[in-house]
Nanobody
Framework: QVQLEESGGGLVLAGGSLRLSCTAS????????LAWFRQAPGKEREFVAT????????DYADSVKGRFTISRDNAKNTLYRQMNNLKAEEKAVYYC??????????????WGQGTQVTVSS
């Protein structure tokens, strides 16, 4: 059983940066592929990025390529996402997830509670 907790959300101006973290308070993340998703008000949950167990392989939604970076530190049991040049339309609740298949959110077994990111234009 894995319990995930996100942190690092908040308010940022458009064009600004935020770094989100996701830590497992229970269980080990080292054997799981990990991902970030987001959900804006009134919209479906959307894939953002994923990273393999070792951290070598990553994949991103086209909308965030070149601006977001996903990484992990298995020794610290933590997943990260650096978000640069944020856009107002990227205001959403951001979730980390473990134990699923790439971008398919319905396959993920474990989810964090979400952290709000608000981008002010």
């Amino acid at each position: 059983q894995v319990q995930l907790e996100e942190s690092g959300g908040g308010l940022v101006l458009a064009g600004g940066s935020l770094r989100l973290s996701c830590t497992a308070s229970r269980g080990s993340l080292s054997n799981y592929g990990l991902a970030w998703f987001r959900q804006a008000p009134g919209k479906e949950r959307e894939f953002v990025a994923t990273v393999s167990c070792t951290g070598v392989s990553t994949d991103y939604a086209d909308s965030v390529k070149g601006r977001f970076t996903i990484s992990r530190d298995n020794a610290k049991n933590t997943l990260y996402r650096q978000m640069n040049n944020l856009k107002a339309e990227e205001k959403a609740v951001y979730y980390c997830a473990a134990g699923g298949d790439a971008s398919r959110y319905h396959t993920y077994e474990y989810w964090g509670q979400g952290t709000q990111v608000t981008v002010s234009s």
